[in-house]
């Protein structure tokens, strides 16, 4: 009998800290895998907010102008170029906003974006300069509509990343 309690003590000592082991194991590769899903999920609604583009029914002058006059309201908004515009988040053209003329007047889409743990970032931003944009569109009497613009790809960063950034963007497809 005493031969049985000190193999049952001697067991116990062996198995618990191996089936820990296999259990802390097994709950972390849970995790790991629960975490890659809900990124990979992240990932996919950031790129198809992204891709969504407001046509202005304007010439690339007026819309220029009706853009600027938004960007101008919105907070770190700056005009980047004749037809680009940019959001300071936390490093100058974070976000990259441009027009590039259509058959029936101007579409306003993002064409680069950064990354954070790869994650397009600037989904939130972007909803609400597009929306101010068109509100701004409607009270001077212009039409506008979102449409579906091109996807967004993951390319290398060109120049050296700086602190906290990632070495990769998001960019249009067609950019």
């Known amino acids: 009998m005493d031969n049985v309690k000190y193999l049952l003590i001697l067991l116990l000592v062996i198995a618990l800290p191996v089936a820990g082991s296999v259990l802390k194991r097994m709950a972390n590769a849970k ?28 010439d690339p002058a007026a819309a220029a102008r009706l ?9 770190k908004w700056r005009r980047a170029g004749e037809l680009e515009w940019h959001r300071e988040v936390l490093y100058p053209a974070d976000i990259v906003v441009r027009l590039d003329p259509t058959e029936t007047g101007c579409r306003l889409a993002v064409v680069r974006t950064h990354e954070s743990v790869t994650v397009p970032q600037g989904v939130r931003d972007w909803e609400r300069f597009r929306d101010a944009v068109a509100a701004a569109a409607t009270t001077h009497g212009v ?22 950034q990632s070495d990769h963007l998001w960019v249009r497809a067609d950019a």
């Open 67 to 75: 853009v600027t006059e938004v960007a101008d309201t919105m907070k």
């Open 143 to 164: 039409a506008t509509a979102t449409t579906a613009s091109h996807p967004m790809v993951r390319v290398p960063r060109q120049e050296p990343a700086g602190i906290g």
């Open 31 to 58: 995790g790991d895998e629960l975490g890659r899903r809900r990124l990979a999920n992240r990932t996919v609604q950031a790129l198809e907010q992204l891709a969504v583009s407001l046509d202005v029914a304007a």
